[in-house]
């Protein structure tokens, strides 16, 4: 069975890798985390200044471990001790030469949709790094952009609500819910269906399960 799957992902990913450079963004393949992580590090030049929104399949492959061991310059959000450290660090990680990331969700036509709390992450897949990693298992694939739509808001954010401890309708329902108000994590949207800049934003799909 798994072999089934592996082989109708290769398929799947090889006509969205061919829809991504449609849309001047960069695609490759990855069988599993360690191929991926491996064609992360061979897309960053050493001495490269990196940073990362938050993103639980950079660290799933062990990619924030490596740069962080490597020899680049790291925006470290995750050691901030106070609000304002981490302000200044996520600002310059708007100027890194390497931002990265995972998608929410990615269309088979090679849409990528992100919901964000405070835009961070949004803000910079959008404008500002010179170039943008995302790492996207290929659990994150659906057909359409009303469906990605209908999974950042009913899957990833309900299971982010609960890794990060907030207290929205969506984690005790399981559903989003369209709430308002500082408590929401839905505040800010992202449809990327092209980039500007050829290659700028590079999707590494994976063989894997990965986020949310």
């Known amino acids: 069975m798994e072999e089934n799957r592996k082989i109708r992902n290769q398929h799947l ?6 829809n ?9 393949y990855a069988e599993s985390k ?16 990196i940073g990362w929104g938050g993103s ?17 310059t790291v925006y470290n959000r995750d050691i901030c001790k106070t609000p304002e450290e981490k302000r200044k660090i996520e600002l310059a990680c708007l100027d890194s030469d390497y931002f990265l990331a995972s998608s929410n969700a990615i269309t088979y036509n090679g849409e990528l949709v992100n919901i ?11 404008f500002g790094p010179r170039n943008v990693i995302l ?13 990605a739509i209908s999974r950042v808001r009913n899957e990833a954010t309900p299971i982010n609500a609960v890794r990060l401890d907030t207290y929205t309708p969506c ?15 839905c505040c800010q949207m992202l449809v990327t269906r092209n980039s ?12 894997d399960s990965l986020g949310f």
């Open 56 to 72: 639980a399949s950079i660290s799933e492959i062990g990619l924030k471990q490596a740069v962080c061991q490597g020899n680049y």
């Open 171 to 185: 984690r005790s329902k399981g559903l989003c819910y369209d709430c308002k108000g500082t408590s929401s994590n």
């Open 196 to 207: 500007g800049v050829e290659d700028r934003i590079k999707v590494i799909l994976v063989n």
């Open 116 to 126: 964000d709390k405070f835009g961070n992450r949004i803000a910079a897949i959008a």
């Open 13 to 18: 990913a090889a006509h969205i890798i061919k």
């Open 135 to 147: 790492i996207v298992g290929m659990n994150k694939a659906v057909p359409t952009l009303d469906e």
């Open 34 to 49: 360690q191929e991926a992580l491996q064609a992360a590090l061979n897309l960053i030049p050493e001495g490269s200044t």
């Open 20 to 28: 991504l450079q449609i849309r001047n963004i960069a695609g490759y």
